[in-house]
């Protein structure tokens, strides 16, 4: 395989981590792999709620850190969560510095939304519910004015490369990946930042590309994976057939909207005191279960918002009027969706992997923020500390070189081969059947047989292979968590076990062996 040395920082992915760590290590040389035109393809950029941070007076950091520890059901680590909290205003200041045209109040300050489990209006937003978009235009801009920052787009990294047990490299090709041999392209630091998991599911809120590739490689090239079983699934994905299912944002429910079934019942309050602003998990199972009960679960705006929705949330009212629902006459339809991977590559308070040479950081990172349910609006922020924090530290202990990096120039050869669709379907569909919002042993026994026997048979794509080893991963975490916990619903284990919650270390090795003692226990049971 030919294989380009950079100095360049190498940084795997192009959403809100990935362009802010860019930008905080300029006048430094880094080379950004791209899959798709800067801003496309991105979650951040579908974000619609914004970004968590106590900006009014009255309210504080430490109570932003108390509720995120409070909603992540024993598993947020309480450091962490004073750590990000307490940087966030510093960060929406900074946004707000690079272009960021948040919403402001007449006096100058900015608007806040309120959504569930916060004690606190606290979320900034823009323009309603177009956060992710308007910070990544903003973030773009100033990344295509930074001449340090080069970006590979129409390429997708598949595989590190590790030497004596570092990272040296990443391995790309064209993100079409039918039409090009791979080539790797070494340099001095890898950053990943290349988002989660949710289209690992058939029905999820993430852009079509995020399907575990990032988790996955690093999974496999040795990198130790925490909290891999908790998923968040969030409970307003529009229920109209679009793949990916378009997003009703939590901050609807913080203006009032209700949750009704088709009986016309508000089914929520008789379930948690908060109601409709329960946290997440609690809404999405209650959604879920009336799914499954034919009940037909909608997001009534209709009293909260009237009209008033098109003006105050433009991207919402567009997804309805494409659906042939008008949201001030009708009630829309949901179920929950994979939304955010909780768990990810773990890493430490310097955004390092346990690889040494590799750094990450948004939602492919597991930090010990989010534990088992993370707060809303809480994950673009996690983003942004950990982007400045690896850009920090990589700045501290790689050497910089003495002459600036020249370009990284690639001329791929003809060759490559895709993940096969109909085996991607599958594994989609299983992983929502089996490993979604309830689980139980016999689902994901089934979900992990399934996903062993399509890795073997497409053992030729590595964006496949990285696939099945983040849906191992998930699936084996969910199998050996015998409690319920957060997002972690298991039907076999309601409860959580006693005591503080523990969070969970895989390799995909560990994962494999999990993996195998659950196929042969059921095919003992079964002779
Ligand atoms: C939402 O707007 O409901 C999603 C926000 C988030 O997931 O943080």
Redesign the pocket.
């Known amino acids: 395989m030919e294989r380009i040395s950079t100095d360049r920082i190498v940084i795997v992915g192009a959403g809100m981590g990935a362009l802010y760590a860019a930008l905080k290590l300029a006048p430094r040389p880094v080379v950004m792999i791209s899959p798709e035109p800067l801003g496309d393809g991105a979650s951040s950029a579908w974000?619609?709620?914004?970004v968590?941070a106590a900006m009014d007076v009255a309210d504080s950091p430490a109570s932003h850190a108390e509720d995120t520890v409070s909603a992540g059901a024993g598993t947020v680590d309480p450091g962490v969560a004073a750590l990000v909290t307490q940087e966030a205003r510093d960060h929406i200041l900074d946004l707000t510095r690079l272009g960021t045209p948040f919403d402001r109040t007449e006096d100058g300050g900015y608007v806040l939304s309120r959504?569930a489990a916060h004690s606190f209006a606290r979320v900034v937003r823009v323009k309603g519910?177009q956060a992710g978009a308007e910070i990544m235009a903003a973030l773009i801009d100033q990344v295509r004015r930074t001449p340090s920052i080069q970006v590979l787009e129409g390429t997708l990294a598949t595989e590190l490369e590790v030497t004596d047990g570092r990272v040296t490299g990443v391995t790309i090709c064209e993100s079409d990946e039918s039409r090009s041999a791979p080539v790797t392209l070494a340099g001095p630091a890898v950053l990943l930042a290349g988002g989660g998991s949710g289209g690992l599911y058939a029905l999820t809120t993430n852009p079509p590309r995020i399907r575990g590739q990032v988790i996955g490689m690093a999974a496999r090239a040795g990198a130790v994976i925490a909290d891999a079983e908790f998923v968040?699934f969030?409970p307003?994905a529009m229920d109209v057939g679009e793949d990916p299912a378009p997003?009703?944002?939590?901050?609807l429910r913080g203006e009032g909207a209700i949750l009704i079934n088709r009986h016309g019942e508000r089914f929520m309050q008789a379930l948690h005191p908060d109601a409709e602003l329960a946290p997440r998990d609690v809404v999405a199972r209650a959604i879920f279960a009336e799914v499954q009960a034919g009940n037909r679960p909608m997001l009534d705006t209709r009293d909260a918002l009237g009209a008033a929705i098109k003006a105050q949330f433009p991207s919402v009212a567009d997804y309805c009027a494409r659906n042939g629902i008008d949201p001030a006459v009708d009630p829309i339809p949901v179920a929950p969706a994979a939304?955010?991977h909780m768990g990810g590559i773990a890493t430490d308070t310097r955004g390092r992997a346990s690889l040494p040479g590799l750094w990450v950081c948004g939602e492919a990172s597991s930090t010990g923020l989010h534990g088992a349910n993370?707060l809303?609006?809480?994950?673009?922020l996690e983003a942004l500390v950990y982007a400045r924090i690896c850009a920090e530290n990589i700045a501290a202990v790689i050497p910089q070189v003495a002459k600036a990096a020249a370009p990284v120039e690639i001329t791929f050869a003809p060759g490559g081969t895709p993940p096969a669709p109909l085996a991607v379907d599958e594994l989609r569909q299983v992983m929502t059947r089996d490993v979604g919002v309830v689980r139980d042993a016999a689902g994901l026994t089934r979900a992990l047989t399934t996903i062993a026997r399509l890795e073997q048979a497409h053992g030729d794509s590595p964006s496949f292979q990285n696939m099945c080893a983040t849906a191992t991963l998930i699936a084996a975490g969910a199998f050996a968590r015998k409690e319920s916990r957060g997002a972690h619903e298991r039907a076999d284990y309601p409860a959580p076990l006693p005591g503080p919650g523990q969070r969970s270390n895989l390799t995909l090795t560990k994962a494999r062996v999990i993996r195998a003692a659950a196929i042969s226990t059921t095919t003992q049971e079964l002779t």
């Open positions: 974000a619609q709620g914004g968590a959504e519910d968040q969030h307003t997003l009703a944002t939590e901050a939304h955010y993370r809303a609006s809480n994950g673009l």
